[in-house]
Antibody
Framework: EVQLVESGGGLAQPGGSLRLSCAAS????????MHWVRQAPGKGPEWVSY????????YYADSVRGRFTISRDNAKNTLYLQMNSLRAEDTGVYYC?????????WGQGALVTVSS | EIVLTQSPATLSLSPGERATLSCRAS??????LAWYQQKPGQAPRLLIY???NRATGIPDRFRGSGSGTDFTLTISSLEPEDFAIYYC??????????FGGGTKVEIK
């Protein structure tokens, strides 16, 4: 069974940093590209970032480019999202997802709150 | 940038009724459209991909149609568990996967 478990969420001050992790199991992690998707309270999902299997191809939403960094450690079966220069509008639930076009898998989400 | 506009924002219906949800793209995306269902406290769940293909395990009361710029998700007869928020997602810019604003299907 595919499992994705996010961790590292919490409260951060504006301008601060957090690093999210997503532990993957139940599949060959190194064979799949991965995404981060977030959802602000009461809003729809927003795609955030993508990383290819080897980590060589990366994309970001305009709203986070230059502040967030996606990475992966295939030896540890773990996906990361380093979030710097956090803003109030970055508040929300962050999901790691594996999207295979005709099927997808989501974690339970990690809550990030940016507030002073 | 391709923008997805969903309508209506809210649909108030009774169990057993038919639901028709619309998603319009600001430019043609062929059939590169997916539909998701989300319930409170849960992650989104894939219902439809490539505009009209049901994902594994999705009941056949869910039907997707359309191409180009206009897409429809139809739920033929609403079950109690279908009351949720539905989002469309365009995949023509894969791996960038923007979502629409959502339609809430609520109990009348």
């Amino acid at each position: 069974e595919v499992q994705l478990v996010e961790s590292g969420g919490g409260l951060a001050q504006p301008g601060g940093s957090l690093r999210l992790s997503c532990a993957a199991s139940g599949f060959t992690f190194s064979s799949y590209s991965m995404h981060w998707v977030r959802q602000a309270p009461g809003k729809g999902p927003e795609w955030v970032s993508y990383i290819s299997t080897s980590g060589t191809t990366i994309y970001y939403a305009d709203s986070v480019r230059g502040r967030f960094t996606i990475s992966r450690d295939n030896a540890k079966n773990t996906l990361y999202l380093q979030m710097n220069s956090l803003r109030a509008e970055d508040t929300g639930v962050y999901y790691c997802t594996r999207v295979d076009w005709d099927v997808d898998h989501w974690g339970q989400g990690a809550l990030v709150t940016v507030s002073s | 940038e391709i923008v997805l506009t969903q309508s209506p924002a809210t649909l108030s219906l009774s169990p057993g009724e038919r639901a028709t949800l619309s998603c319009r793209a600001s430019q043609s995306i062929s059939t590169y459209l997916a539909w998701y269902q989300q319930k409170p406290g849960q992650a989104p769940r894939l219902l439809i991909y490539d505009a009209s293909n049901r994902a594994t395990g999705i009941p056949d009361r869910f039907r997707g149609s359309g191409s180009g710029t206009d897409f429809t998700l139809t739920i033929s007869s609403l079950e109690p568990e279908d009351f949720a928020i539905y989002y469309c997602q365009q995949r023509s810019t894969w791996p960038k996967l923007p979502f629409g604003g959502g339609t809430k299907v609520e109990i009348k």
